[in-house]
C-alpha cells in the first residue's frame, strides 16, 4: 500500500493541488492537521483537496476542532476523520487523534491535555499506522530551544508499536524523521511524501 501523507496545510491552496495532482501515485492519502490557520478558512482548504479521489484520513490540528472538520470533510468523496478512533483500509489499520497536546499558549488553539490524549489513544491497536498531530515528546518537536511534543503519545509509540507514526505541528521540524524502537516518525509538511508499507 502506498501513502501520501502531509501535515499543516494552513490554507495553501498552491500546495493542495499539488497534493491533489500526486494523490495519483497513492492508494490511500493522510492529512495530519491544521488545515486551517487559526479557525479560519477550513472549508476553503478542503474544497481544495476535493480533486483527491482516493480514500483520505485526517486528523484535527490545533487550528480546527474536530467538530468542525467533520463537517468541512463532507467535500471529500472519500474521507474519514479520526479523533480518538480507526480505520481498516486493504488490511491495513490506521488511528488517529489530533488537536494540540500538550496544550498550547494560544487562545484559538483547539488543545488537549495530556490525560485526555492518552484516553483518546488507548484504543489504538498494536501495530496500526498511528496519525497524530502533535510530535511525540524529545522527537521531532523542538522549537525556541525547547521539547514541545507529547508524553502521552511518546508512551502510546512504546507500547503499541506503529510500523509508521506521521505528525506535524511543529513547523521547524518539518521533514525530519526519527525512530522510536522499531517505529519510524516523520514530521509531515505541507509538501506531502509518499511511504510503502
Not at 480507526?86 to 494560544?106: E, M, N
Not at 489504538?124 to 507529547?150: K, N, T
Request: proline content about 7%.
Amino acid at each position: 500500500m502506498r501513502l501520501l501523507a502531509f501535515s499543516d496545510l494552513h490554507r495553501d491552496r498552491a500546495a493542495a493541488r499539488r497534493l491533489v495532482e500526486r494523490s495519483a501515485d497513492a492508494d490511500v492519502v493522510i492529512g495530519a492537521g491544521d488545515f486551517a490557520s487559526m479557525r479560519l478558512g477550513l472549508g476553503g482548504a478542503l474544497d481544495a483537496l476535493a480533486g483527491i479521489d482516493k480514500p483520505v484520513l485526517l486528523v484535527p490540528g490545533n487550528n480546527e476542532s474536530d467538530s468542525a472538520l467533520w463537517r468541512a470533510a463532507a467535500t471529500l468523496p472519500d474521507a474519514r476523520v479520526l479523533h480518538g478512533d480507526g480505520a481498516s483500509i486493504d488490511g491495513v489499520s490506521f488511528y488517529g487523534v489530533g488537536a494540540g497536546v500538550p496544550p498550547t499558549p494560544f487562545p484559538w488553539s483547539w488543545d488537549v491535555t495530556e490525560s485526555e490524549a492518552a484516553e483518546l489513544l488507548s484504543g489504538c491497536p498494536e501495530g496500526a499506522v498511528l496519525i497524530v498531530h502533535s510530535p511525540p515528546f524529545g522527537y521531532l518537536d523542538e522549537a525556541f530551544g525547547r521539547h514541545l511534543g507529547s508524553r502521552s503519545i511518546l508512551d502510546t509509540i512504546r507500547a503499541k508499536r506503529p510500523p509508521l507514526v506521521v505528525c506535524g505541528h511543529i513547523h521547524q521540524c518539518w521533514g525530519q524523521e526519527a525512530v522510536i524502537g522499531r517505529s519510524r516518525v516523520v514530521n509531515l509538511g505541507p509538501q506531502g511524501r509518499f511511504f510503502d508499507l
